[in-house]
C-alpha cells in the first residue's frame, strides 16, 4: 500500500492533489487542519491499494472501463469502504457549499435535484460548475454527466445487442420491443431472437410465441456449445438480439459472459437495463455486478413505476455509459423510445413520462 501526506489551503485543494496523483480509488485515512503563521492549513494522509489495476493515477474515469478488476479478491469489500468515505468526505465538504452563492434559479434547480434523490457527489460537482458562472443553467453540467446515445440503427449499426440486468427489471419486455420497433421499422428485416439461458429463464414462451407472430427467428442457448453454434452463423440474420437471464448476486456479468460463451461474441452491445425505483445502494451493488467492457449504455425501465429519477443521473455519473432508452408501462404495446435528453430532463424535473402523461 502507497501512503502519502497531502497539505494544502482548504480540504478540496488537498483532495484534487491526492485524485490528481493517486486517482479515484484513493483512501483518505486522516484529515487534520493546522494554523501556519496565523493561516489555516489543511493536511490528509491518503492510502493507495497498489493492487489496484489502473492506480497509476491514471485510472480510467468509468468503472466500467477494466474488467479485470471485477474478480480482484476483496474488491468488493475495497468499493463498500471508499463508497463510506466518499459520503463522510461529502458530508465535510457539504458545509463549503454556500447556496448563496448561487442565482436564486441554480439554487432553487440544485435543492430540486437533491430532493430527486442526486447524490450528494453529483451535487457538490454541479454546485462548483454553477458557482464560476452565474448565467450558467444546471442543464449543463447534467449534461456532461448524463450522455444520451438513441438506441436506433443509426446510431447503434451493430447485427448483436443484448439486454442485461436484475430479475425482473424488464429485459424480456425491453428486448421484445426492440424487435418490434426494428421489424417495423425494416420489415424485410432477418431478425433472430436468441433466449441464451433457456434452463432458467422465465420469458421463453412470451419470446417465442412473439417471435413466431412477427416472423423472426427463435433460438435458445443454454451452453457454450449451443452459442458457437449460434456464432458461427451470425451471417445468416441482420439483427440477433439476446434475451439474458437475471444474475444470482455471486454472479457477475463477467463469469456469466465467459461460462455462457457469450464473451466470444465479436461486436456485440449488450444495454443494461436498470430502474429508477431502485435505491442508491442497489442502483451501487447492480453497477458493479454488471460492470462489464461490452455493456455500452443504461436503458432505464418502469419509469412509470418509479417516483423520483434522480438515480439516473447518479448512475450515469458513475459509470459514463449514455442512456440509450427508456421504458414505461408494462405489456408489449407499451413504451420504449430512444433516450433524448430532452425526455430525461422532462421526467426529471417534471416527472413527466416519455409518452407524455403525467405521472
Ligand atoms: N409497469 C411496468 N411494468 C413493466 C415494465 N417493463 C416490464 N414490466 C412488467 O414487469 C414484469 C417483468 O418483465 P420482464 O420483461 O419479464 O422482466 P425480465 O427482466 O425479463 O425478468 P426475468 O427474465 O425474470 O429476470 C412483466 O410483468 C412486465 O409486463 C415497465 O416499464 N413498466
Ligand atoms: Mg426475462
Excluded at 426492440?178 to 433472430?192: D, H, N, T, V, W
Aim: aromatic share 6%; glycine share 8%; with cysteine.
Amino acid at each position: 500500500m502507497q501512503v502519502k501526506t497531502y497539505r494544502g489551503a482548504n480540504s478540496e485543494e488537498v483532495i484534487r492533489q491526492i485524485k490528481a496523483e493517486l486517482g479515484p480509488e484513493a483512501v483518505i485515512l486522516d484529515t487534520k487542519t493546522h494554523r501556519n503563521n496565523g493561516s489555516s492549513c489543511c493536511e490528509m494522509t491518503a492510502a493507495l491499494e497498489e493492487s489496484v489495476p489502473g492506480n497509476n493515477g491514471t485510472a480510467a474515469s468509468s468503472p466500467f472501463g477494466d474488467a479485470a478488476a471485477n474478480s480482484m479478491p476483496g474488491w468488493g469489500q475495497w468499493h463498500q469502504e471508499w463508497n463510506a468515505i466518499k459520503e463522510h468526505l461529502g458530508a465535510l465538504l457539504r458545509p463549503q457549499m454556500d447556496l448563496s452563492r448561487l442565482v436564486p434559479r441554480q439554487r432553487l434547480a440544485l435543492e430540486y435535484l437533491e430532493r430527486e434523490g442526486v447524490s450528494l457527489e453529483v451535487v457538490l460537482e454541479i454546485f462548483r460548475s454553477l458557482s464560476e458562472d452565474p448565467d450558467s443553467s444546471v442543464l449543463a453540467p447534467l449534461e456532461r454527466m448524463l450522455g444520451v446515445k438513441p438506441l436506433n440503427s443509426k446510431k447503434w449499426p451493430g447485427k448483436m445487442h443484448g439486454v442485461v440486468g436484475p430479475h425482473g427489471v424488464g429485459k424480456t419486455s425491453v428486448l421484445l420491443r426492440m424487435a418490434m420497433r426494428l421489424r417495423k421499422e425494416q420489415p424485410g428485416l432477418s431478425i433472430c431472437l436468441v433466449n441464451a439461458d433457456s434452463r432458467r429463464s422465465q420469458g421463453k414462451l412470451v419470446l417465442k410465441h412473439y417471435a413466431d407472430l412477427s416472423d423472426i427467428t427463435y433460438r435458445e442457448t443454454s451452453d457454450p456449445e449451443d452459442m458457437a453454434r449460434l456464432l458461427a452463423e451470425t451471417d445468416k440474420y441482420d439483427a440477433i438480439l439476446f434475451d439474458l437471464p437475471g444474475l444470482g448476486r455471486d454472479m457477475p456479468l463477467e463469469r456469466f459472459l465467459s461460462t455462457s460463451g457469450l464473451d466470444q461474441a465479436k461486436g456485440l452491445h449488450l444495454h443494461l437495463a436498470l430502474s429508477p425505483q431502485y435505491s442508491q445502494e442497489q442502483l451501487r451493488a447492480f453497477l458493479r455486478q454488471y460492470r462489464s467492457p461490452l455493456v455500452c449504455s443504461l436503458i432505464w425501465t418502469k419509469l412509470d413505476e418509479a417516483f423520483n429519477y434522480g438515480g439516473m443521473v447518479n448512475a450515469a455519473q458513475a459509470t459514463g455509459l449514455p442512456t440509450s432508452a427508456l421504458s414505461c408501462g408494462p405489456g408489449l404495446t407499451a413504451t420504449l423510445v430512444p433516450a433524448k435528453h430532452s425526455l430525461v430532463w422532462r421526467l426529471l424535473f417534471k416527472h413527466q413520462l416519455p409518452d407524455g402523461e403525467l405521472s
